[in-house]
């Protein structure tokens, strides 16, 4: 059997798997609310099974090679987040708009996933628009500020309306700028790691080099400032930092950058009140539960009453906790599944980062490398930020977790940065092993 094939006959066997997952908990939650079975259990379980298994057939079409655990663990990240996202929607007094509007979500997502392997036949070709990709990744980031379509929404100004449509750029944004940063590090890597300029007691590349550093630096402070989102901030600064530290291999850029990160946080800290007030709730939460604190009271709340194994879907009470459909569904599933659930998720995003980790070691260019490495560092971060903010690890943030939250743009985005990476995977296959034929066994 050639290696293409068992990698897509493993995946497809996964697929099954997850979507036999996904229908029992989904069938767990009707019997935890109502005591029965779901009325619709037979057509969920057509369209879960007609979605992933159209995914499924686009990578055994366009990307026969790829990566073959990929896609089923995002499947089951999304699946398990579409069933709480159901289940917390029908306890609210509008129930179903949410998971109605996910569900669609969900197959633009799969949409978007194909397209992006039909466009994207070689992922080193995206190298040659990096500065393009730059212009568009800054513009992005910038866009929720621009007066009309720029919308304040829970505190923070990351969102732009286009009539009836609501859009995080953001979420795009990461994207498009780790294209760029990979691009630009693999045409100046050799000059970054050279040391030319020397800063008391580091050893530093000629200051026009660094331009980039301080861009990102520049940008992630512009994004905490002034449109209130700190998530973003950490997420785009340490995005490029990694990609630096990986494209030369000097932990010098590491000092560097979270020095610089510390000193703009800092002045961020104590010059702007929705800094101070998130790192004050981070601290100490309890005097102000009732007001600020009370999202994160409630979802320390949320994780005890967990336990081990949790209450049961459908049977917590999750819904205490305000907006827990986008920022804290995280912990809803550890109060309904326990600590067990909550480590099944921790271990599917560290089995996620893995396989695109390797991906990029197996990778045959240098773009192709950090541009892999840049797009795992923006799954395992993201998912290493909002639960950390949820565990009270580090203040609380306003990003998504990754597949699981609610959220069109974060859902589509990164079903298109999972293309990527099996993308990434397939071309990195050689043609001399794609398909070896094991003819030892038939002798």
């Known amino acids: 059997m050639s290696v293409h094939l068992l990698r897509r006959r493993t995946e497809l066997g996964l697929v ?3 979507v036999l997952i996904t229908a029992g908990a989904y069938a767990l939650a009707g019997l935890g609310k109502n005591s029965e079975m779901p009325a619709n259990i037979g057509p969920f379980l057509g369209v879960i099974l007609a979605l992933l298994v159209a995914a499924h057939i686009g990578v055994r079409k366009l990307a026969p090679n790829a990566d073959g655990i990929l896609l089923p663990l995002a499947a089951l ?18 129930g179903g708009r949410l998971a109605g509007l996910q569900s669609v979500w969900t197959a633009a997502g799969i949409a978007a ?74 045409e100046k890597r050799e000059l970054l790691a050279l040391s030319t300029f020397r800063l ?5 590349p000629d200051p026009k080099y660094l331009g980039p550093v301080a861009l990102a630096w520049g940008a992630s402070l512009v994004v905490m400032t002034f449109e209130k989102d700190l998530g973003s901030s950490l997420l785009f600064f340490f995005l490029f930092v990694v990609m630096l530290w990986v494209a030369t291999g000097r932990t010098t850029y590491l000092t560097v950058s979270t020095t610089l990160f510390a000193a703009g946080s800092f002045f961020a800290y ?19 539960s009732k007001a600020e604190g009370f999202q994160v009271v409630e979802a320390s709340f949320a994780l005890a009453d967990g336990g081990i194994a ?78 950390g903010g949820i565990t009270r690890v580090l203040p609380l943030t306003g990003v998504t977790l990754p597949f699981v939250s609610y959220g069109g743009s974060s859902l589509v985005l990164n079903y298109v940065l999972l293309a990527l990476l099996l993308r990434i995977s397939d071309n990195s296959v050689k043609p001399s092993t794609a398909a ?8």
């Open 16 to 18: 099954l798997v997850v």
């Open 77 to 94: 990240l999304n699946g398990l987040g579409y069933v709480f996202i159901v289940r917390l929607d029908e306890a609210q007094e509008d």
């Open 113 to 186: 996933f194909i397209v992006t392997l039909i466009l994207v036949r070689r992922a080193r070709d995206l190298e040659r628009y990096r500065y393009t990709f730059a212009v568009i990744g800054i513009l992005l980031l910038v866009l929720p500020l621009f007066p009309v379509i720029g919308r304040t929404i829970n505190g923070s100004r990351i969102w732009i309306s286009l009539g009836p449509v609501n859009f995080q750029p953001g979420e795009a944004a990461k994207i498009v700028l780790a294209i760029f940063f990979a691009g630009y590090l693999v």
């Open 200 to 204: 008391g007691p580091l050893h530093l």
């Open 270 to 288: 104590t010059q702007f009140s929705h800094v101070r007030d998130r790192v004050e709730v981070w601290l100490n939460p309890w005097p102000v």
């Open 310 to 387: 949790g209450t049961g879907i459908g049977l917590g009470t999750p819904t205490r906790i305000p907006e827990v459909e986008t920022d804290f569904i995280f912990a809803a599933i550890v109060e309904e599944l326990g600590l067990l659930g909550g480590t099944a998720v921790l271990c599917t995003y560290i089995l996620m980062v893995g396989a695109g980790l390797r991906i990029a070691l197996r990778a045959d260019s240098a773009f192709d490398t950090l541009l892999a490495t840049g797009l795992t560092s923006l799954l395992g971060i993201q998912a290493f930020i909002i639960i």
């Open 436 to 443: 070896p034929a094991m003819e030892a066994t038939a002798t």
